[in-house]
Protein backbone atom coordinates (compact mmCIF):
# COMPACT_ATOMS: atom_id res chain seq x y z
CA UNK A 1 0.00 0.00 0.00
CA UNK A 2 2.91 2.55 0.99
CA UNK A 3 4.51 2.12 -2.59
CA UNK A 4 2.02 4.67 -4.81
CA UNK A 5 2.41 7.03 -1.64
CA UNK A 6 6.17 6.54 -1.94
CA UNK A 7 6.47 6.91 -5.69
CA UNK A 8 4.52 10.44 -5.30
CA UNK A 9 6.89 11.41 -2.36
CA UNK A 10 9.95 11.00 -4.40
CA UNK A 11 8.32 12.85 -7.56
CA UNK A 12 7.64 15.58 -5.45
CA UNK A 13 10.63 16.14 -4.20
CA UNK A 14 12.74 15.52 -7.84
CA UNK A 15 10.97 17.96 -8.84
CA UNK A 16 10.84 20.45 -6.57
CA UNK A 17 14.73 19.75 -5.46
CA UNK A 18 16.56 18.68 -8.81
CA UNK A 19 17.17 19.69 -12.21
CA UNK A 20 17.08 17.78 -15.18
CA UNK A 21 21.13 17.52 -16.07
CA UNK A 22 21.08 16.59 -11.89
CA UNK A 23 22.02 12.51 -11.59
CA UNK A 24 19.87 10.64 -8.60
CA UNK A 25 22.38 7.56 -7.07
CA UNK A 26 19.88 4.83 -7.33
CA UNK A 27 20.58 3.14 -4.12
CA UNK A 28 18.29 4.92 -0.86
CA UNK A 29 20.91 7.08 1.20
CA UNK A 30 20.73 6.03 5.13
CA UNK A 31 24.26 7.27 6.08
CA UNK A 32 22.76 10.11 8.69
CA UNK A 33 20.63 7.62 10.20
CA UNK A 34 21.01 5.19 13.42
CA UNK A 35 18.32 2.71 14.24
CA UNK A 36 16.96 5.06 16.63
CA UNK A 37 17.52 8.52 15.15
CA UNK A 38 19.53 10.90 13.28
CA UNK A 39 23.46 11.17 13.52
CA UNK A 40 23.97 13.90 15.72
CA UNK A 41 20.85 12.84 17.69
CA UNK A 42 18.22 14.71 16.36
CA UNK A 43 15.62 13.52 17.94
CA UNK A 44 11.23 13.24 16.91
CA UNK A 45 10.74 15.80 19.29
CA UNK A 46 13.80 17.95 18.35
CA UNK A 47 11.80 18.41 14.75
CA UNK A 48 8.62 19.32 16.18
CA UNK A 49 9.79 23.00 17.35
CA UNK A 50 7.95 25.55 16.32
CA UNK A 51 9.69 28.17 15.18
CA UNK A 52 12.58 30.07 17.17
CA UNK A 53 15.09 33.25 16.77
CA UNK A 54 18.42 32.33 17.08
CA UNK A 55 21.24 35.17 16.48
CA UNK A 56 18.67 36.79 14.26
CA UNK A 57 18.04 33.46 11.90
CA UNK A 58 14.26 32.40 11.81
CA UNK A 59 14.83 28.18 12.30
CA UNK A 60 11.35 26.47 11.40
CA UNK A 61 10.64 23.09 12.39
CA UNK A 62 8.22 20.36 11.81
CA UNK A 63 5.82 21.04 14.38
CA UNK A 64 3.08 19.20 12.95
CA UNK A 65 5.29 16.05 12.55
CA UNK A 66 3.62 12.80 13.48
CA UNK A 67 5.72 10.43 15.78
CA UNK A 68 4.61 7.99 13.61
CA UNK A 69 6.29 9.41 10.52
CA UNK A 70 9.50 10.07 12.24
CA UNK A 71 9.54 6.33 13.31
CA UNK A 72 8.52 4.88 10.10
CA UNK A 73 11.18 7.10 8.31
CA UNK A 74 14.12 5.70 11.17
CA UNK A 75 12.43 2.15 10.13
CA UNK A 76 12.45 1.73 6.52
CA UNK A 77 16.30 3.75 6.35
CA UNK A 78 18.04 1.21 8.47
CA UNK A 79 19.33 -0.63 5.36
CA UNK A 80 20.01 0.91 1.43
CA UNK A 81 17.35 -0.01 -0.98
CA UNK A 82 17.24 0.05 -4.52
CA UNK A 83 14.77 3.39 -5.19
CA UNK A 84 14.35 1.85 -9.24
CA UNK A 85 10.82 0.55 -8.40
CA UNK A 86 9.76 4.05 -6.76
CA UNK A 87 10.85 6.62 -9.49
CA UNK A 88 8.37 7.64 -12.09
CA UNK A 89 10.20 10.41 -13.40
CA UNK A 90 12.33 9.65 -15.85
CA UNK A 91 14.27 12.74 -16.52
CA UNK A 92 16.25 12.73 -13.84
CA UNK A 93 19.81 10.43 -14.85
CA UNK A 94 19.74 7.16 -12.48
CA UNK A 95 23.32 6.20 -11.64
CA UNK A 96 25.20 3.51 -9.64
CA UNK A 97 27.44 3.98 -6.55
CA UNK A 98 30.08 2.63 -8.76
CA UNK A 99 29.19 5.92 -11.28
CA UNK A 100 28.85 8.65 -8.81
CA UNK A 101 32.26 7.71 -7.59
CA UNK A 102 33.96 7.46 -11.48
CA UNK A 103 31.89 11.02 -11.99
CA UNK A 104 33.13 12.67 -8.93
CA UNK A 105 36.67 11.62 -10.02
CA UNK A 106 36.27 12.93 -13.85
CA UNK A 107 37.38 16.52 -14.32
CA UNK A 108 34.27 16.43 -17.14
CA UNK A 109 31.97 16.72 -14.63
CA UNK A 110 33.45 18.54 -11.82
CA UNK A 111 29.92 21.15 -11.95
CA UNK A 112 27.40 18.37 -11.95
CA UNK A 113 25.10 17.77 -8.88
CA UNK A 114 24.77 14.37 -7.53
CA UNK A 115 21.49 13.48 -4.93
CA UNK A 116 21.11 10.77 -2.82
CA UNK A 117 17.66 10.35 -0.69
CA UNK A 118 16.50 8.22 1.80
CA UNK A 119 13.00 6.48 1.71
CA UNK A 120 10.21 8.33 2.79
CA UNK A 121 8.73 7.97 6.31
CA UNK A 122 5.27 7.61 5.88
CA UNK A 123 2.17 8.49 8.22
CA UNK A 124 -0.59 5.80 8.68
CA UNK A 125 -3.11 7.80 7.45
CA UNK A 126 -0.69 9.10 4.35
CA UNK A 127 -1.28 12.25 4.94
CA UNK A 128 2.99 13.26 5.63
CA UNK A 129 6.33 12.49 4.24
CA UNK A 130 9.77 12.04 5.60
CA UNK A 131 12.72 12.51 3.18
CA UNK A 132 15.96 13.38 3.64
CA UNK A 133 18.30 14.50 0.23
CA UNK A 134 21.61 15.28 -0.28
CA UNK A 135 23.70 16.77 -2.98
CA UNK A 136 27.11 17.30 -3.84
CA UNK A 137 29.06 18.70 -6.40
CA UNK A 138 32.66 17.21 -7.09
CA UNK A 139 34.18 21.24 -7.70
CA UNK A 140 33.37 21.85 -3.81
CA UNK A 141 29.83 23.74 -3.08
CA UNK A 142 26.61 22.78 -2.57
CA UNK A 143 27.57 20.25 -0.12
CA UNK A 144 24.05 19.78 1.69
CA UNK A 145 21.70 17.36 3.06
CA UNK A 146 17.91 18.36 4.37
CA UNK A 147 14.88 16.65 5.66
CA UNK A 148 12.55 17.60 3.68
CA UNK A 149 8.67 17.75 5.59
CA UNK A 150 6.06 17.66 2.69
CA UNK A 151 1.97 17.14 3.09
CA UNK A 152 -0.96 15.76 0.83
CA UNK A 153 -3.40 17.59 -0.16
CA UNK A 154 -5.96 15.21 -2.51
CA UNK A 155 -3.00 13.31 -4.71
CA UNK A 156 -0.68 16.07 -4.70
CA UNK A 157 2.33 16.40 -2.19
CA UNK A 158 4.12 19.52 -1.38
CA UNK A 159 7.01 20.50 0.27
CA UNK A 160 5.83 22.14 3.70
CA UNK A 161 9.25 22.77 5.33
CA UNK A 162 12.93 21.75 5.61
CA UNK A 163 15.70 21.31 7.99
CA UNK A 164 19.28 21.55 7.23
CA UNK A 165 21.23 19.18 8.38
CA UNK A 166 24.36 19.96 6.83
CA UNK A 167 26.06 22.83 4.63
CA UNK A 168 29.77 22.99 3.91
Known amino acids: MRSPFESQVISAVINHSMRKEDFLVDMSNSYLITS ?4 PDISWEFLRIPEILIHGMSIIGFPNL ?3 TYDDWISINNQPC ?3 P ?3 NPQIAL ?3 EESDRIFNDYNYRWCIIHT ?5 LSVDFSQA ?3 ITAHCPAGPP ?3 NLLYLERTGEQWAIKSSYGLYNQ
Open 36 to 39: TSLK
Open 143 to 145: QCG
Open 66 to 68: KKE
Open 95 to 97: ISN
Open 130 to 132: LIQ
Open 82 to 84: LLT
Open 117 to 121: LSRPG
Open 86 to 88: FLT
